[in-house]
């Protein structure tokens, strides 16, 4: 019985393209792969890259040893017997506890309650961990 020795260049993916392959080998390669969304095409902006302008949160302040710069917000002030008074004006976005463990949850929680905003439980339901340590807790709800 005879071998044929391997080829030396890979073959021909029908899934995916030469560049999704390039990465693949150079990450296998380097043990470092880039990070970005499930299914995105472009790379995640770097801390670097962003620009925060404070005059779009708040006017700027005049005196700033007596003007306070207020960053709270207030969701559903029109509308809602009970509207979500938040510290900050970001919240944190629904991972449900299928994607994060009970001890990521409830770090989530903790963090939410400290800097004054929401989390969200995401489509895995709410855990007792984050409910435990989340002040405010937004509930979604898929039918």
């Known amino acids: 019985m005879t071998y044929r020795n391997p080829p030396t260049t890979p073959r021909k993916s029908a899934t995916f393209d030469d560049y999704t392959l390039s990465e693949?080998?150079?990450a296998a390669?380097?043990?470092i792969y880039d990070i970005r969304g499930a299914g995105a095409?472009?790379?995640?902006?770097?801390?670097?890259?962003l620009l925060f302008l404070g005059a779009s949160i708040s006017r700027y302040p005049l005196e700033g040893y007596r003007e306070r710069c207020d960053t709270s917000v207030v969701l559903g002030s029109r509308h809602a017997k009970k509207p979500i008074e938040l510290k900050i004006p970001i919240t944190i976005?629904?991972?449900s506890f299928g994607s994060l463990s009970g001890p990521a949850k409830e770090?989530?929680?903790?963090?939410?309650?400290?800097?004054?905003t929401s989390t969200t439980t995401g489509d895995g339901g709410m855990t007792e961990e984050e409910r435990g340590h989340s002040k405010q807790l937004v509930y979604q709800y898929l039918p």
Request: net charge positive; hydrophobic share 35%; proline share 4%.
């Open 24 to 26: 693949i080998r150079r």
């Open 29 to 31: 390669a380097t043990g």
């Open 41 to 49: 095409k472009r790379k995640l902006p770097h801390f670097d890259d």
């Open 93 to 95: 976005a629904g991972m």
């Open 107 to 116: 770090a989530l929680g903790r963090g939410a309650t400290l800097s004054g």
